[in-house]
């Protein structure tokens, strides 16, 4: 009886939309499962079909001119899809996970909503190689529409390739275990495949096609699946995995650059984190000494103009696991503000409705960021215990509302509060609306963390032990067609607000953006689609004292060879900076990534006009050229080669004097031996600071979890301080290892 009432309630759901199927799959033997890349028969003798008749990009919901067929199957244990792919020629390079060279070639994925409600969608994605990327897709934000993906989330599955005479062959094998989903041994979830692959026959563009019907007049774009798949007494697995590590360090540094490099003692680093399934709603997950450090290297932004202090993306696992419930537009919540704990513990408990995130950290060296008006200040103190708790209700697949609240506690007497609450509701195909409200109570420690003596109003950049309080608002209506998309958006932040763990670099504002866009997808040989955007922004203070005013126009186009180029133009009527207020200036920018070839992709730039150098004593109105030329070199399926430059310059508006000029060079050589094992290269130069560094490291990591880094890190600088040192002598080294071993 349960079972029949689930296969109707999934019947009339799907006829209540009138575009869902619903794919009631059979239960096999998960012993016939082999994944080699091979599609047996035995695979697929009892599975659902699934045809990619849609195509999403360039043409809309027209037939794919490639054939592609996904075959769903299940155990107790496991999801199985096979994907059989008929293809003209297959482009199927050997990547490290979530490496964007696979989005190159050929590939296919799978999409699934378990709760059917668009909270999320998770995202798993092969290539014939075998080479994964994954992650979770959310709601999209309001300058990019319906497109948000993390792909820093993983899910452990297997995945396999083979390139047939006929074009390619995938098989997926999911643990169900992996997959967060309501509890019942009975499921149903939202379903649908898809693939890209470079079609040759019109002009080399990249090709998106799935299952599932698209649309350019949605709201939801994560609402769109419109497949059903219903698995009947499937066998609940509670996790419970060890994950425990091993590393060590040494490092080594010279003060004088005649000197011996003075090496410290080896460092020994060991801990343990744990991950236990209470049921399939409710995980707990507890880490001891963990290492959080972060292996891959963050490419270094230019940041000598710039007034604020710039974030970076979160790596390390134990934070991205459930991540997608702190997606905010105002940044209250940044996990790399957790810098060091010594212990951090996180409860995630998703149910039909409503999900609950939970996370508390021991902080030994915790980062401290100071907004104002026009620019903030940060640091990095003493010890702090950290608690978030956030919590969301589902009403349906449109509508959800949120509450927030974290909080900082600093050795002493000083903390950091923070309460919000948000809601976003697609009332209608087209139109949404999002909201966000916070409040701060915030009392500074008295620290050096921060070396300025600059005054905001009456307060002090110093961190003084003041009490502190503050509000953010935010709110957007957004209309979203195929040929037009539109918002009006609000922010607010008064000069109090603070969100001591999460990103917040300029408060004392209002904000007004008014958004319009015309898009066309004519899909002909030369232009495939082509846009036209106007915005318009008012920034004012508390006080009501214009900051900025601004008017930009957007004209973009993709074109043969996947030529995407955007243009912008800026008009400046009023922009401000401290007391001082520059008028009527103009900059423009121009972005172009293309692959004219299989085996090289190029990314270029270039932004030219007028522009504010910020960082002098008296900031001045200059020239601006920034320049930024990246490219992928595939040498091979398993060598790529990644060299890429940054110029940045401001010169005088009435000499040849430049306020600065210099570059960032970057060289990243990888070597891929197979999809787990890699060989990486990176070496970097800082014109800027005159340092230059190298770092190697060999990576294995045959799935999320368990990994082996061996590397180090020679960082080199032009003169030694008070010498007149030989050019470019290294001053730090560094040798280290890691070990972690995923135990289930």
Request: net charge neutral; aromatic share 18%; hydrophobic share 25%.
């Given at each position: 009886m349960k079972k029949f009432l689930l296969i109707f309630f999934s019947l009339y759901f799907s006829a209540s939309l009138a575009q869902e199927t619903v794919l009631v799959l059979n239960k096999i033997d998960q012993n016939i499962f082999n994944i080699d890349g091979v599609i047996s028969e035995d695979e697929i003798n009892k599975a659902k079909t699934l045809e990619i008749i849609y195509e999403a990009e360039p043409g809309l919901n027209s037939m794919p001119s490639q054939e592609t067929t996904g075959y769903i199957t299940y155990s107790d244990k496991f999801l199985y899809v096979g994907i059989k792919a008929k293809r003209d020629r297959v482009i199927a390079p050997l990547t490290t996970r979530d490496n964007s060279a696979l989005f190159r070639g050929d590939f296919a994925g799978i999409t699934i909503d378990s709760y059917g409600d668009a909270r999320n969608n998770i995202l798993l994605i092969s290539n014939p190689s075998g080479s994964q990327t994954d992650g979770i897709r959310l709601p999209g934000t309001s300058f990019g529409g319906g497109l948000n993906i993390n792909l820093n989330i993983n899910f452990d599955f297997q995945s396999s390739g083979s390139i047939t005479d006929e074009g390619y062959e995938i098989e997926f094998l999911i643990p169900l275990s992996e997959l967060p989903f309501p509890n019942g041994k009975d499921q149903s979830w939202k379903f649908e495949i898809y693939t890209g692959y470079i079609d040759d026959e019109n002009e080399g563009v990249e090709v998106r096609a799935a299952s599932s019907r698209s649309s350019r007049d949605a709201s939801c774009q994560l609402c769109l699946i419109d497949h059903i798949i219903v698995m009947n007494d499937i066998e609940i697995e509670k996790k419970l995995d060890f994950l425990p590590y091993v590393s060590s360090n040494i490092s080594g540094k010279r003060d004088k650059y005649y000197d011996r490099i003075n090496y410290e003692t080896p460092e020994l680093n060991y801990g343990i984190g744990v991950n236990i399934e209470l049921n399939k709603n409710l995980s707990l997950e507890a880490t001891l000494n963990p290492d959080f450090s972060q292996v891959e290297s963050d490419a270094t932004k230019i940041d000598i103009n710039s007034p604020t202090a710039i974030n970076y993306p979160e790596k390390r696992p134990f934070f991205n696991r459930g991540i997608d419930a702190m997606d905010y537009e105002i940044d209250v919540f940044y996990s790399r503000s957790i810098n060091n704990p010594s212990f951090a513990s996180k409860i995630i408990n998703q149910g039909r409705k409503s999900r609950l995130y939970v996370l508390s950290a021991f902080d030994e060296e915790t980062p401290y960021l100071v907004p104002t008006q026009f620019e903030s200040f940060s640091g990095v103190g003493g010890k702090s215990f950290s608690n978030v708790i956030r919590y969301q209700n589902f009403l349906d697949s449109k509508t959800r509302i949120g509450l927030l609240a974290s909080n900082r506690y600093y050795e002493g007497d000083a903390y950091g509060n923070l309460y919000g609450m948000d809601a976003l509701v697609n009332f209608s195909d087209v139109w949404k609306f999002e909201f966000e409200l916070f409040l701060n109570n915030n009392k500074?420690?008295?620290?050096?963390?921060?070396?300025?003596?600059?005054?905001?109003?009456?307060?002090?950049?110093?961190?003084?032990?003041?009490?502190?309080?503050?509000?953010?608002?935010?709110?957007?209506?957004?209309?979203?067609?195929?040929?037009?998309?539109?918002?009006?958006?609000?922010?607010?932040?008064?000069?109090?607000?603070?969100?001591?763990?999460?990103?917040?670099?300029?408060?004392?504002?209002?904000?007004?953006?008014?958004?319009?866009?015309?898009?066309?997808?004519?899909?002909?040989?030369?232009?495939?689609?082509?846009?036209?955007?106007?915005?318009?922004?008012?920034?004012?203070s508390y006080s009501h004292d214009i900051s900025r005013s601004n008017f930009q126009t957007f004209l973009g186009f993709l074109t043969i060879l996947n030529t995407d180029v955007l243009y912008n133009y800026e008009y400046n009527f009023v922009k401000s900076h401290l007391e001082f207020q520059f008028r009527d200036f103009i900059n423009h920018w121009l972005r172009v990534d293309t692959q004219p070839f299989d085996f090289l992709n190029i990314n270029i730039f270039y932004k030219w006009g007028k522009d504010i150098a910020y960082r002098l004593e008296t900031p001045m109105l200059g020239m601006v050229n920034d320049i930024r030329l990246s490219s992928e070199i595939s040498i091979n399926d398993n060598f790529r080669i990644r060299p890429n430059i940054n110029y940045s310059s401001i010169k005088k508006l009435d000499s040849d004097e430049y306020y600065f000029k210099g570059y960032i060079g970057r060289l990243d050589i990888r070597y891929q031996f197979t999809n787990s094992l890699d060989l990486r290269l990176i070496s970097e130069y800082n014109d800027f600071s005159e340092q230059f560094f190298f770092q190697p490291l060999i990576s294995w990591r045959p799935n999320p979890d368990t990994i082996f880094y061996l590397g180090g890190n020679q960082n080199y600088i032009d003169q030694f301080i008070d010498y007149n040192s030989p050019h470019y002598r290294v001053n730090k080294t560094q040798l280290f290892l890691k070990f972690q071993y995923l135990l289930k």
């Open positions: 500074e420690p008295f620290a050096d963390w921060i070396d300025s003596d600059k005054k905001y109003g009456d307060r002090s950049v110093q961190l003084d032990g003041e009490t502190i309080n503050g509000n953010a608002v935010y709110a957007t209506v957004r209309r979203d067609t195929e040929t037009w998309r539109s918002f009006i958006e609000y922010s607010q932040l008064s000069d109090g607000f603070r969100s001591d763990l999460g990103f917040i670099t300029t408060n004392n504002q209002k904000k007004y953006t008014l958004w319009h866009s015309y898009n066309k997808y004519p899909n002909k040989d030369f232009i495939k689609r082509y846009r036209i955007s106007l915005r318009q922004d008012f920034e004012y």
